[in-house]
């Protein structure tokens, strides 16, 4: 699309809609332009700062007009920090929004019509709902900063007090801060590879109050731990392990294989409903709680199970939609790639006494052809897939295999429209759509969505 819009000129913009990342979608004679931290409603003038072929991206200058949705932020730095990006929105809007995102792209990707769309289901208290926490340390002016990477950077905003992560982190990064500067330990500078302190990684068991504190570091030796896990001990006694993790790879992947326990349990344990799920530093588990005990009732609910059902769980993950399922079906099959997510989901089912469960390691589109192949026919399937949505083989399998009920749970509504247009055009109708808000304040969305056999 050619288009008059020029870098570094001013427009008056009227801002439409909010994009994957929260942010506001206006148009310049029908040229698309993102602005971050526009709201829907604002009517804001714009310096364009970057100009491609099918759209621009501008900063405000000047609010001409605010949104009626537009309100102050709880948060000082929630216009910088990246954990946020809708702060600045009404809550009840925000909800508003991502239904609209949903509804957008079931009918524009999908192309289907005539889905039953219900209303985002949000948060009664949408704050420190996050029972997992990972903060990059560094330093600026000989002081240790401990926060979260501005947006669209790796420069640390240094946060005192963080409104989304469970209250207790607020207490750990202000002792981890403390120790770092009284003993002048190194931190971690990702141009050099050098320096000691990485990040700290917090969890929280929301129904049994246990903390797991991480420290990841750049090498072996952690000067002065002893002080420094008696200072965490002193001040939060909940404090059930503590646990150092060793990264000495020059990458942005948060944690090393080394686990080194140098305080209680290598675990701790947290429930969803009547579940209960060991919770290690290198293990997978939803980050909020409250949320996700409402997703996976959705989950059960659209697989109507009876208990004579064989039930497909792919992309499994540690096992928690399958053992949701399981105490409802006949047998359960889970599968997933990575390694230590199956044991794991083993694990979580011998502590739970689900005997009904079996869990395969492997890429989803290689090992679910493998186990209709023996002839292992479903009677309902669950798919639960990263981002990138499902493989295509996957997709197909499933067609293969004719269960009448299938159940997709997504953290893509794009990804999730391609692949129910997929599975459309093969014989299941999408019946209805359950957005949930996992992430309240940002602009991510979960779904959980229910197909039936045309």
Excluded: W
């Excluded at 944690?255 to 530093?281: A, H, M, W």
């Excluded at 639960?384 to 083989?393: A, T, V």
């Excluded at 499933?398 to 794009?414: A, D, E, G, L, Q």
Aim: proline content about 4%; some cysteine.
């Amino acid at each position: 699309m050619i288009s008059g819009v020029k870098k570094d000129e001013i427009y008056l913009v009227k801002i439409e809609d909010l994009g994957h990342n929260g942010e506001g979608i206006g148009k310049i004679d029908g040229f698309t332009v993102f602005v971050d931290g526009a709201v829907p409603g604002d009517e804001v003038k714009v310096k364009i700062t970057l100009v491609k072929k099918n759209y621009a991206i501008g900063k405000i200058i000047k609010l001409e007009k605010p949104s009626i949705d537009r309100i102050k932020p709880i948060c000082e730095v929630s216009n910088v920090c990246g954990g946020c990006q809708t702060q600045h929105i009404d809550y009840e809007a925000q909800l508003k929004l991502k239904t609209s995102r949903v509804r957008a792209n079931i009918e524009r990707i999908g192309k289907l019509q005539n889905v039953m769309i219900h209303d985002t289901l949000g948060m009664e208290d949408p704050y420190h709902y996050r029972n997992k926490a990972q903060f990059p340390i560094g330093t600026e002016n000989n002081e240790a900063v401990i926060g979260f990477y501005k947006r669209k950077s790796h420069h640390i905003v240094d946060i005192k007090r963080c409104y989304i992560q469970h209250e207790i982190n607020d207490q750990i990064t202000k002792i981890v801060r403390e120790y770092i500067d009284t003993y002048k330990v190194s931190t971690y500078d990702e141009k050099t590879g050098k320096g000691l302190f990485r990040h700290v990684l917090t969890k929280v068991g929301f129904h049994t109050g246990e903390i797991m504190v991480v420290l990841i570091t750049n090498g072996q030796e952690i000067p002065h731990k002893e002080e420094l896990i008696k200072n965490l001990l002193k001040e939060i006694p909940e404090i059930k392990s503590i646990v150092q993790n060793i990264n000495k790879k020059k990458t942005n992947v948060l944690l090393g294989r080394e686990c080194i326990t140098l305080y209680g349990e290598e675990k701790i344990v947290d429930y969803i409903g009547n579940l209960k799920f060991n919770i290690s530093p290198l293990s997978f588990f939803q980050v909020n709680p409250t949320q996700t005990k409402v997703l996976y009732e959705k989950a059960l609910e659209y697989a109507e199970l009876t208990g004579e059902e064989t039930v497909y769980d792919i992309y499994c993950g540690i096992g928690t939609i399958s053992l949701f399922l399981a105490q409802n079906a006949k047998k359960v099959y889970g599968i997933e790639i990575v390694e230590a997510a199956i044991k794991d989901a083993k694990e979580n089912a011998r502590i739970n006494d689900i005997n009904n469960a079996e869990f395969f390691v492997g890429a989803a589109e290689e090992v679910a052809p493998k186990l209709y192949k023996k002839g292992i026919q479903a009677d309902v399937v669950v798919v639960d897939p990263p981002r990138k949505g499902c493989d295509e083989l996957v997709l197909d399998t499933i067609v293969k295999m004719n269960p009448k009920r299938v159940v997709y749970v997504s953290c893509n509504p794009s990804t999730l429209a391609r692949d129910l247009k997929y599975l459309d055009e093969f014989g299941y109708k999408t019946v209805e759509v359950q957005p949930v808000d996992m992430f309240p304040h940002t602009g991510h969305v979960e779904c959980c969505v229910s197909l039936k056999k045309k």
